[in-house]
């Protein structure tokens, strides 16, 4: 059975991934921020670790406690949309640090921690969002999430220069999710996402590595 890694578990796509890989016997690692979302890690089987992604002491510990893990799937989870704003709203700079902290900063200072614990060919999974897709660009609503998820592209591109030959890391769109972020409009429930989510990974080559994913395996534009 795999040893799987989920950072960001204390609800929505995080938490139903946890489910998931507890359900087909996976060893699961997963971090969440307050006691009561550990607690119910715990209650999961899971092992729970306490992590803050934009509280850079909360991060520093955390190389060390993986170590004697060796992770065949990781799965970056953490996010938030900020203002949702439509249209050139300049974003407070609050808002602004918010957003770009936990999306952008976060990977940047938890990804390097995790590499000393992943097993040969692991597969990295960093949820993004097809609204960060220049490419795909319709509209500007959800400025700075857009801006965050679209530079968070680039942080997964550098991980994946530096694993490539012994992991293979992409960036993936989960799907408009009916999550607290999606809002119960959305299209497609946790499970369908969480599982469309794990068949990419599991389906992905080494010459996917530094690739953006939908949610069903089909390529994204930058
Ligand atoms: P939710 O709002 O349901 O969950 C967000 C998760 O991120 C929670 O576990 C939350 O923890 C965690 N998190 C947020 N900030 C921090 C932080 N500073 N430190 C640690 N954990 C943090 O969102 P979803 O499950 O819908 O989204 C998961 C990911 O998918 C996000 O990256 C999001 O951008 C992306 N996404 C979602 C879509 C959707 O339709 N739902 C569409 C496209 C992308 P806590 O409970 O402590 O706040």
Redesign the pocket.
């Known amino acids: 059975m795999a040893q799987v890694l989920i950072i ?8 139903e991934l946890v489910k998931q890989h507890r359900d087909g016997g996976d060893t699961v690692v997963a ?4 006691e009561e ?1 550990l607690t119910r890690l715990r209650a999961l089987g899971a092992t729970a670790i306490k ?4 509280d850079v002491q909360s991060i520093a510990g955390l190389a060390w406690q993986l170590d004697g893990f060796h992770f065949d799937r990781v799965m970056y ?5 900020g203002p949702r704003t439509i249209g050139l709203q300049p974003p407070s700079v609050a808002d602004f640090d918010a957003v770009m902290h ?2 952008v900063l ?1 990977p940047m200072r938890v990804l390097p921690q995790i590499l000393d614990a992943l097993a040969p060919d692991a597969r990295i999974g960093i ?5 960060g897709s220049i490419g795909l660009r319709a509209n500007s609503a959800g400025w700075v999430y857009r801006a965050s ?1 679209a530079a968070v592209n680039s942080v997964m591109k550098d991980v994946a220069m530096t694993l490539d030959g012994r992991a293979i890391c992409v960036s993936l ?5 009916k ?4 809002g119960q409009e ?1 299209d497609i429930d946790v499970a369908t996402s969480a599982s469309s989510l794990r068949a990419v990974l599991d389906g992905l080559k080494a010459g996917d590595n530094g690739a953006f994913f939908n949610y069903d395996g089909s390529p994204l534009p930058w």
Do not use: C, F
């Open positions: 960001g578990a204390s609800r929505g796509i995080g938490l971090t969440a921020r307050d979302s992590l803050e992604v934009g989870v953490a996010g938030v949309y936990t999306n976060g949820v993004s969002s097809r609204m998820k769109h989960p799907g408009w999710v999550t607290d972020m999606g959305a």
